[in-house]
């Protein structure tokens, strides 16, 4: 099986509502699908979002970086194309897609299925959280208690700036809503200060964990921040790639990791970083940015071979599409994530 040709094109999924973090606000997923045709027909499809504030890719420039493999890449086999993919110097998005593309084609030459491919033998149902958006402290509380009828008691508390808000906000859901899971995500918003006077007023409070609270680069205040409270604290924007993980893991300057396909180039390298945290007994959280249908998928499948080293799964994005399309491996009911097709 020989790649004869990498076809690329845009879309676009409506959201239900306005997605806001302390990095952007988004009203619609953007993303770029790759399509791998190979000369015996097969085709392949990845996908990677514009997130831009993240990875430092927007949709020209994955596309961009998608045609700029395609001369290396053209007429080669697939173990090869992703041997050569992983050493190419193209951001992380643009390989994911190109990579989880490439591990689908692989799927279909050994006539597997992706369950028997990933060697999913545990299939139960697993438990998604579902995003609050930053909003004025009303809004989060209205949308959490929402959410908690709804079904949803993980819940993903995006906080910004400004750090009154932020213990407000943490304070009214946790007194109020007391059966609610509280993952607080605070993308590289706060200073060492800010950090230390939040962990602080919330240190008593019912917190399954502290996300990213400062910028990604400074591991030192990250670990000052995770020697400083009981609330684990787990490092996202800080880790995107296995290097990235093992110096986490070896400064000890965080008690989780956040593993997503966008950051670490796609599915054989969050294999590579989800053996080692196997290995090192890592608890890790599975990410997405606001993803479409495949690449959802692909995370998916991670997720369900790797239910022992993944405590916590970030996958909601189809729950906030306004439709729900027909690319779906997996059926979603409320938070609660099962297989649907097992197809080859
Ligand atoms: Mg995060």
């Known amino acids: 099986m020989k790649i004869k040709e990498i076809l690329t094109e845009v879309k676009r999924i409506a959201l239900k509502t306005p997605f806001i973090t302390a990095l952007r606000r988004v009203e619609t997923i953007e993303f770029v699908r790759a399509k791998v045709l190979c000369d015996d027909g097969s085709l392949g499809i990845g996908e990677a979002p514009a997130t831009f504030a ?3 890719e927007d949709i020209p420039i994955i596309l961009s970086s998608i045609k700029s493999t395609k001369e290396k890449l053209l007429g080669k086999d697939i173990l090869t194309s992703l041997e050569l993919l ?22 279909n030459e050994k006539c597997q299925t992706p369950l028997e491919y990933f060697n999913i033998k545990d299939k139960r149902a697993i438990q998604t959280d579902i995003t609050i958006s930053l909003n004025h402290k009303e809004k989060m509380f209205a949308d959490a208690k929402e959410a908690l009828q709804n079904g949803m008691d993980i819940l993903k508390v995006k906080l910004g700036s400004d750090i009154s808000h932020a213990i407000e906000v943490t304070k009214l859901l946790s007194y109020e809503l007391p059966s609610a899971k509280l993952l607080i ?33 400074d591991l030192e205040s990250l670990k000052i921040i995770t020697n400083a409270t009981k609330i684990p604290i787990l490092a996202d924007e800080a880790t995107f790639t296995l290097e990235d993980v093992k110096r986490a893991y070896e400064s000890s300057c965080a008690d989780m990791i956040n593993i997503k396909l966008m950051k670490c180039g796609g599915v054989t390298k969050a ?35 790797y239910r022992d080293v993944i405590k916590y799964v970030d996958l ?29």
């Open 54 to 56: 993240i990875t430092g």
């Open 185 to 217: 995500d605070a993308n590289q918003a706060w200073s060492l200060d800010e950090s230390l006077k939040y962990v602080n007023a919330v240190e008593d409070l019912n917190i399954e964990l502290i996300e990213q609270p400062v910028v990604a680069d």
């Open 316 to 344: 909601d994005s189809p729950l906030l599409y306004k439709e729900a399309p027909s690319e779906l491996d997996f059926n979603f009911f409320k938070n609660s994530i099962s297989i649907v097709r097992d197809k080859s």
């Open 271 to 305: 294999i590579e970083i989800l053996e080692y945290a196997r290995e090192k007994k890592i608890i890790c959280m599975l990410g997405s940015m606001l993803e479409g249908p495949y690449s959802i998928n692909a995370a998916l499948y991670l997720a369900f071979a």
């Open 86 to 107: 992983h050493k190419m110097s193209i951001g992380s998005s643009a390989k994911a897609a190109l990579d989880m593309a490439f591990v689908s084609l692989l799927i």
